[in-house]
């Protein structure tokens, strides 16, 4: 497949590069992302992706777009108030690139519909907000054998990890299980500096890209920690743990389970 | 003693447990804090038995949940 003039000169900045090149593009134009949350994180992370071309861009969200939202999740603009988050996240990704295939699910992840939703894509965006959909993503993608970047906001704070099969400790050789229901702070009770999300969210983009292109060193086995007030970043190592419940060497979790939902979560 | 603590290296009075280090660092919710040890994570139940030696890293790791 040659390219059309139109893609020559939209992606030329791309093609330039010796890492990515006509092949590496063309590879972008053949992948699937699939991002889950289309809000903080999710915004500005499937709005790079749809403008690098990636080819088919996955986005699950059960929410509507509400006014305290626009702070931050550049997705969704005035007028999308009281829409659902996935049609907004469609109409924004096709506007600025009608080349890239939207493909949405108004839902929540949930352990009976995770490993369907998961399976066409090839690498997992985390950009949800609590902790039983992080854990269930983490699960999940160990179980199906899927590469993901996980990512947590808060405040001034921001941090995240990429998991790759084989390659490194997952979400839960570090954190194990979720916290009680209110024992940690989360965004809605916390508060979160609207660019953030843009910091994180664009960081977790550039691990998928990277994976997708094969170039370079991804944060595996690595957490890296920003904090915007210091204006410091952090890549602190992260060992694997040999009894983790879901990637160790005798796991006890072999199938998705559910997590009752954070309080905060509801509606 | 010298420890590396979150980065920073600094002075410790010898024989300082883990759960001593998490008080003195101030680590916020310390009973969900995951905690690395020259880059091996160590069972919260050992804290109380866990004493750093000269030259240590250790990291504290911290729950962060939001996103959206
Ligand atoms: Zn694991």
Redesign the interface.
């Known amino acids: 497949m040659a390219f059309a003039h139109e893609q020559l000169e939209r992606y030329s900045r791309h093609i330039i590069l010796k890492e990515v090149g006509v092949r590496g593009q063309r590879k972008l134009l053949e992948s699937r992302v699939l991002v889950v949350?289309a809000?903080?994180?999710?915004s500005p992370a499937a709005l790079y992706l749809a403008a690098a071309g990636v080819g088919t861009i996955g986005i699950v969200d059960a929410?509507v777009v509400d006014l305290s939202?626009l702070q931050r999740?550049i997705l969704h603009s005035t007028p999308d108030v009281g829409r659902a988050k996935v049609e907004s996240a469609r109409e924004t990704l096709e506007a600025l690139n009608p080349e890239v295939t939207v493909q949405v699910s108004r839902l929540r992840l949930s352990a009976d519909n995770i490993l369907d939703r998961i399976r066409d894509y090839d690498f997992i965006l985390?950009?949800?907000?609590?902790?039983p959909a992080?854990f269930l993503i983490n699960d999940a993608c160990v179980i199906a054998r899927k590469p993901f970047s996980h990512?947590?906001?808060?405040r001034f704070?921001?941090?995240m990890m990429t998991y790759v099969p084989g390659r490194g400790p997952c979400y839960r050789?570090?954190?194990?299980n979720p916290?009680p229901p209110d024992?940690?702070?989360?965004?809605?009770q916390?508060g979160?500096i609207g660019a953030m999300?843009g910091v994180i969210g664009s960081l977790q983009a550039m691990e998928a890209v990277k994976y997708l292109l094969g170039i370079g060193s991804l944060l595996t086995g690595s957490?890296l920690t920003y904090d915007a007030l210091k204006a410091a970043f952090?890549k602190?190592?992260?060992?694997a743990?040999k009894n983790c419940a879901v990637c160790g060497e005798r796991p006890s979790i072999s199938a998705p389970f559910d997590y009752a939902q954070?309080a905060c979560v509801l509606p | 003693m010298r420890l590396i603590v979150a980065g920073v290296e600094k002075e410790y009075a010898d024989g300082l447990s883990l759960t001593r280090l998490i008080e003195l660092e101030k680590v916020a919710t310390p009973q969900y804090v995951t905690v690395s040890l020259n880059d091996a994570f160590v069972e919260s139940g050992a804290f109380p038995d866990t004493f750093p030696r000269d030259g240590d890293s250790v990291e504290f790791l911290y729950f962060m949940g939001g996103g959206r």
């Open positions: 949350g809000g903080g994180l999710g929410d939202n999740q985390d950009g949800t907000d609590n902790f992080k990512a947590g906001i808060i704070q921001g941090q050789c570090v954190f194990e916290p024992a940690v702070p989360t965004c809605s916390a979160i999300g957490l952090r602190i190592p992260l060992p743990r954070d």
